[in-house]
């Protein structure tokens, strides 16, 4: 049984495609602007003549309409919108004069509205329908007559907002589109974990709050053992969905302050900053190849391991005073190089285990049985 909640009302418009949203100004903007013009003319509802009130219904109708509608830009439908978007604030400014002034509001936000929906031509045909209107208004109503001032204004006023608007959108358009491209650049596409170049970026900046603070910077660098048999045996599809799972696993079992990247196939660099203890980085390792076994045991079908580096930065906080960006990026670099010639001797060494750069194997050993003693209770 779906038990999913029912959306409410404000997410049912959030939602709503572009051409929806403009509908929905129509019935909050147009219908209310009708109405004030409406009670400022001095008229109650007994007095509004029949006209009026089919004009005012016909708005409503035809506004809620659009809102309920499908999506899609039909031609017929936008001739449609363009007439009701200009047509009805015409009618209410003939009707009622300068009284009705405010309704010119509806031209701006239909000006801005055709300016995001459809580019910069289409705000300018609203603008220069609108400024067209209010000229007949000028020369053929006489309730405007003395208000050729305010109608100069409005129109200067119009013919800048669609030319600004589309201006302004394109630039909004334009930051959206490149955030969307730096997440991009920054992220796997796979497993949506963070990339090389993110990792790159994060590790200078531990570096140096690692030199100021004198906490120390831990580096692992772990490869699947045997993936390309895995791809082999059981397809390409089943090893990228082996591989967003270790990235998950693993992901829900570090700390939030830690980073996990993706840097290519099956390799995986995990940075682990503000380290305090000698043997941090070796705990995180062992939690590697415990998640990874954990994988292995649930698919009944696959064995799953990693060979894994680890590399650990440390220096005197007074040292950071004589670092440089080139110094940063130097050491690094170094850094992650030394945690790739790790893992590779952790694979020599038998694979499904993890080796420290810089110790020789009777240390790594040493430092396994450390962390093995301190596991049990």
Request: charged share 20%; proline share 3%; aromatic share 6%.
């Amino acid at each position: 049984m779906d038990t999913s909640p029912v959306p409410s009302a404000l997410q049912l418009l959030s939602n709503r495609s572009a051409q929806q949203s403009h509908a929905l100004f129509r019935v909050s903007v147009v219908n209310v602007a009708l109405l004030y013009a409406l009670s400022k003319a001095g008229a109650t509802i007994r007095d509004i003549g029949m006209p009026d009130l089919l004009a005012a219904a016909l708005a409503l109708l035809m506004s809620i309409s659009m809102l309920l509608a499908r999506k899609g830009e039909h031609p017929t439908r936008k001739i449609l919108e363009f007439a009701f978007d200009h047509g009805a604030p015409c009618w209410v400014l003939w009707r009622f004069g300068f009284v009705a002034a405010p309704v010119i509001v509806c031209a701006f936000f239909s000006c801005i509205a055709y300016g995001y929906r459809f580019g910069w031509r289409d705000a300018l045909y609203s603008a220069a329908a609108s400024i067209a209107i209010l000229l007949a208004l000028l020369g053929w109503s006489q309730q405007w007559a003395g208000h050729e001032l305010w109608i100069l204004t409005v129109g200067a006023s119009l013919l800048l907002v669609a030319l600004f608007t589309p201006l302004l959108l394109r630039r909004q358009q334009d930051a959206q589109t490149a955030s969307t491209a730096e997440v991009e650049v920054l992220h796997d596409e796979l497993t949506g974990l963070g990339n090389a170049h993110l990792l790159r970026e994060r590790l200078r900046n531990a570096l140096r709050q690692a030199e100021r603070y004198g906490n120390g910077v831990g580096l692992l660098h772990f490869d699947l053992d045997d993936f390309k048999r895995i791809n082999e045996i059981h397809g390409i599809a089943a090893g990228d969905a082996l591989l967003r799972q270790v990235a998950k696993r693993i992901e829900n079992n570090i700390r939030g302050a830690d980073l996990l990247c993706r840097t290519g196939g099956d390799q995986f660099m995990l940075l682990v900053e503000r380290m305090n203890s000698g043997t941090g980085c070796e705990r995180v390792a062992e939690v590697v190849l415990r998640e990874l076994k954990a994988i292995g045991h649930s698919s009944e079908r696959i064995t799953v391991s990693a060979s894994i580096g680890i590399v650990v930065h440390r220096s005197a906080p007074e040292e950071a005073l004589a670092r440089t960006p080139a110094q940063i990026n130097r050491i690094a670099e170094e850094l992650l190089e030394a945690a790739r010639a790790a893992m590779h001797r952790a694979k020599l060494q038998g694979k499904a285990r993890w080796c420290v750069a810089g110790s020789d194997a009777s240390q790594v050993d040493a430092l396994r049985s450390s962390v093995t003693r301190q596991k049990q209770p």
